[in-house]
């Protein structure tokens, strides 16, 4: 709890700091693949809050661990009960700056995104590459990462280890608008 009170505070002081020039999204997209010989797992979710500030290369995103959807109700269940534990663990967070980012250029920008990833109370540094698009004032930032599963210890048992990936691919999509809460 106590973490998720400072998370939050950090958040809102980003926010502040840069007023003049937030961007948000509250339907980003995260989606994640497991590829394994016995069955495929993907998840996605829609409900993504992201925080974007052009000025200082800033990014933040909180995702929300429920909000994943499954084909299979059973996956869901799997996912939250067993291995990420959303009960004791409901959000994981990012925290970043793009690398080299130019607020100036309209069009496409692929960049470096530097920073710090949070799953089950565990940080990790991460970096990851981006396409940044400015378009008519609004921006769209997409990518892919990978997450190791050991990394944030998360536990499968040897029974079940053939139908996990130990490597995650994680695709990202953000279509930021102004922020208009801030003004």
């Known amino acids: 709890m106590n973490k998720l009170l400072l998370l939050l505070v950090s958040v809102y002081s980003i926010s502040f700091a840069h007023a003049q020039d937030g ?6 997209e995260v989606t994640f693949f497991s590829y394994t010989s016995v069955e495929n797992i993907q998840a996605t979710n829609n409900q993504v809050l992201s925080l974007f500030y052009p ?9 929300l661990m429920r909000a994943f959807t499954f084909k299979k109700s059973l996956m869901y269940e799997h996912f939250n009960e067993s291995y990420i534990e959303s009960d004791l663990y409901p959000k994981a967070t990012f925290e970043g700056d793009i690398i080299g980012f130019d607020a100036n250029q309209e069009g496409s920008q692929t960049r ?15 970096e990851m590459k981006a396409t940044i698009i400015k378009t008519n004032g609004a921006y769209t ?3 892919e990462l990978e997450v190791l599963i050991k990394d944030y210890e998360i536990k499968v048992p040897p029974i079940l280890s053939p139908n996990i ?7 990202f999509k953000f279509q930021y608008v102004p922020n208009d809460d801030q003004k």
């Not at 990936?165 to 695709?171: D, G, L, M, T």
């Open 23 to 28: 961007y948000i999204t509250r339907q980003g």
């Open 55 to 63: 000025s200082s290369s800033r990014i933040g995103v909180q995702i």
């Open 165 to 171: 990936a130990k490597n995650i691919q994680v695709s």
């Open 141 to 143: 930032i997409s990518g």
């Open 112 to 126: 470096i995104i530097k920073g710090t990833f949070t799953l089950r109370d565990i940080t990790k540094p991460i």
